[in-house]
């Protein structure tokens, strides 16, 4: 019922900048945080950066001072920007939601895009 589209992903030499982009869409009444998570090959998932619907913002301490999470509220959307990019920092990205849906009894979901790849060389 709740559908994240990313976008933005790619391949960057060590150094450089991404942007990713994630549009949620569905029988979405209200939306609360809004995330990415990476995972690599070999590793858990991991939480990346995440935001609240009042702004506030959480980084894992890896990506502080390079990574840059926003989102825009009237677009249901959230972005990533990357910078000083690191091969470490190579991984799938995933966003994350999670609010309530129109449906009776406003249920709440959890919802997770399909991913797209990051790769930085050295």
């Known amino acids: 019922q709740v559908q994240l589209a990313e976008s933005g992903g790619g391949l960057v030499q060590a150094g450089g900048s991404l942007k990713l982009s994630c549009a949620a869409s569905?029988?979405?009444?209200?939306?609360?945080?809004m995330g990415w998570y990476r995972q690599a090959p070999g590793k858990q998932r991991e939480l990346v950066a995440q935001?609240?619907?009042?702004?506030?913002?959480n980084y894992a301490d890896s990506v502080k001072g390079r990574f840059t999470i926003s989102r825009d509220n009237a677009k249901r959307s959230v972005y990533l920007q990357m910078t000083s990019l690191k091969p470490e920092d190579t991984a799938v990205y995933y966003c994350?939601?999670?609010?309530?849906?129109?449906?009776?009894?406003?249920?709440?979901?959890?919802?997770w895009g399909q991913g797209t790849q990051v790769t930085v060389s050295s």
């Open positions: 935001v609240t619907s009042g702004g506030s913002t």
């Open positions: 569905g029988s979405i009444f209200s939306l609360n945080a």
């Open positions: 994350n939601a999670d609010g309530t849906l129109w449906s009776r009894g406003r249920p709440g979901f959890d919802s």
